[in-house]
């Protein structure tokens, strides 16, 4: 009979040592995943972070010059000549799209892998840049819409952009163009497109500035996780 019981026991201890095992070995599996999910995040937010802040560049070039329009317009202040004011005219036109890259990010929200981070501090940055991210692709289609649909339509009924930017265009008619936006500035149509202009730029820049904040959490997270 001790040796039955003797046996159950034996029988009991190495299963307890093989869940045991099985468990140490699926927690180091999990936090090898971890450690690459980590390195894979850190990756993805520095690249993250020069985007955005190449984004608020750029608009804050666009802001620049749109307000220079607008002081044009007000104030009399001179515009440049030539290829300074096509550039100009060419930023007022243009617009960004905050467009990272995110495989690793994107997966484990996909697959619930989301848990493998064990840092709580992590996790929230994650969700808070996630929200951040989503908002900031409405206000590019805002600003978009508005400089391809008001703006462009209303340039391209007044003004030759096909002459305007053309490569090795005649200087005289591109001459007689910028004149003919000169002239066009005084338009308070202009002035009301311009200010919706400057509005949805500025709008844009408010929000990238939040996601380059929310970028900057998740990154400091990650450094203080020491993943």
Known sequence: ?????????????????????????????????????????????????????????????????????????????????????????????????????HPVLDEIVSSGRMDRIRSDDVRRALMTYIQERDRIAVIDEQERDYAQGSLTDYLAGRVDLGVLFADGADAPRVAGELDRFRAMLSDPEFGSILYYRIFHTENAVGFSDIVDAAIGNVLATLEFDGG
């Not at 690249?47 to 984004?55: F, G, L, P, S, W």
């Open 1 to 101: 009979m001790k040796s039955r019981g003797s046996e159950v026991v034996a029988i009991i201890v190495a299963i307890l040592l093989a869940l045991a095992a099985e468990a140490a070995w699926e927690y180091r599996g999990e936090r090898v995943d971890e450690r690459e999910i980590l390195a894979g995040l850190r990756v993805e937010f520095l690249e993250a972070r020069d985007e955005i802040r190449r984004d608020i560049e750029v608009r804050e070039e666009i802001l620049r010059d749109s307000r220079r329009f607008a002081e044009a317009r007000l104030d009399g202040n001179p515009l440049p000549a030539g290829d300074s004011l096509r550039t100009m005219i060419e930023n007022l036109l243009d617009w960004r799209f905050y467009t990272p890259t």
